[in-house]
């Protein structure tokens, strides 16, 4: 296992109401990242983190805030839920270097009704 | 800009050969290889580093050629165990660390 845990691993929740989904890593790696999933979409990157409070927008940010005030942990916010958020969410790690792995969290399976 | 992979999908009897393909429009400095199950996480399949490189993961093997930002990943005797979304992905750690894929290529291996 790569060390990294994905809460909740799946929710439902009503349109208009606020989410957090959180990663927790043990592997103490500089990059963090949040992607969802859709299908014929493959993976997009929504936010990403390159150190504790340095975060950066990815390809499908609107929408979506995060927050990393530990090394350890990356949230994912959903202020408002909408029904196009609806999607499979993973987490990602890496010490950041072109040549380690990225290791993927399990996911987390968000419905918006 | 997301990595171009092709084709999207192929279907395979086993046994037989298959090979996915990832291109980009900007410089690529290395490629990462990724298989995804169906209801799974992705998982990692090997890295290339320099131009020209191959590497091997059991019966599958992956080219780079970062001249003509291009990777390749070769499934030889095909099992039903490689049935899966294939992804490529660009670790643009040299331009802020945004970690981008393509878009995936279904591979299913049928019996």
């Known amino acids: 296992d790569a060390g990294i845990t994905q809460s909740p691993r799946h929710k439902v929740t009503e349109t208009g109401t606020p989410v957090t989904l959180r990663c927790h890593q043990t592997e103490n790696h500089r990059y963090m990242y949040w992607y969802r999933q859709d299908p014929g979409h493959g993976l997009r990157l929504i936010h990403y983190?390159?150190?504790?409070?340095?975060?950066d927008k990815g390809e499908v940010s609107d929408g979506y805030s995060v927050s990393r005030s530990k090394t350890e942990d990356f949230l994912l916010t959903l202020e408002s839920a909408t029904s196009s958020q609806t999607s499979v969410y993973f987490c990602?790690?890496?010490?950041?270097?072109?040549?380690?792995?990225?290791?993927f969290g399990e996911g987390s399976w968000l419905t918006v009704v | 800009q997301q990595p171009v992979q092709s084709p999207q999908a192929v279907i395979l009897r086993e046994g037989e050969d298959a090979v996915i393909n990832c291109s980009s429009s900007?410089?690529?400095?290395?490629v990462h290889w990724y298989r995804q199950k169906h209801g799974e996480a992705p998982v990692f399949l090997m890295i290339l580093l320099k131009g020209g490189e191959q590497k091997g993961h059991e019966k599958i093997s992956a080219s780079f050629n970062e001249k003509k930002q291009q990777s390749s990943l070769y499934l030889t005797a095909s099992q039903l165990s490689y049935s899966g979304t294939y992804f490529c992905?660009?670790?643009?750690?040299?331009?802020?660390?945004?970690?981008?894929f393509g878009q995936g290529t279904e591979l299913s291996v049928k019996p």
């Open positions: 983190s390159y150190g504790v409070k340095d975060t």
């Open positions: 992905g660009d670790p643009t750690y040299n331009q802020g660390g945004k970690l981008i």
């Open positions: 900007k410089a690529l400095y290395s």
């Open positions: 990602a790690i890496s010490p950041g270097d072109s040549g380690n792995t990225i290791y």
